[in-house]
């Protein structure tokens, strides 16, 4: 009967590996961005995009660096030498599911969108 159980056990502890939860399709896009980044004229920014919130539908992008408003405006909307995507940032978040994007530089300058800034401080990433 122990070896039984034990056998039981094992197989269960098995599946249970096996069936591990399919990530986040933001988790996903997050990575991807900061794997897009990190390839790109904006390598040296060190961009960390994050799945963060309840539901990992807002996304964070920080960066190892100081921002200005205008090249986070250039970065989210896609203008000049900050075109990451077509479309920019905004693009990318509208077509991936997030609800709203922010930006966080060293210095802790925020800036938001679709997101009010009393609601990011709040907001816990996904893994």
Request: overall charge negative; some cysteine.
């Amino acid at each position: 009967m122990r070896k039984l159980c034990a056998l039981a056990l094992a197989l269960l502890a098995a599946a249970a590996c096996e069936t591990a939860p399919p990530r986040d399709s933001h988790v996903i896009a997050a990575e991807t961005l900061t794997n897009d980044c990190a390839k790109s004229r904006l390598a040296d920014w060190k961009v960390q995009a994050t799945a963060v919130g309840r539901n990992c539908d807002v996304l964070q992008i920080q960066t190892a660096n100081v921002m200005e408003p205008s090249m986070v405006e250039a970065v989210h909307y896609g203008y000049g030498y900050y075109d990451l995507y077509e479309g920019g940032v905004q693009q990318f978040h509208r077509e991936r599911g997030f609800r709203a994007v922010f930006y966080r530089d060293r210095e802790g300058n925020v800036w938001s969108y679709g997101i009010e800034k009393v609601e990011i401080a709040n907001l816990v990433p996904c893994h």
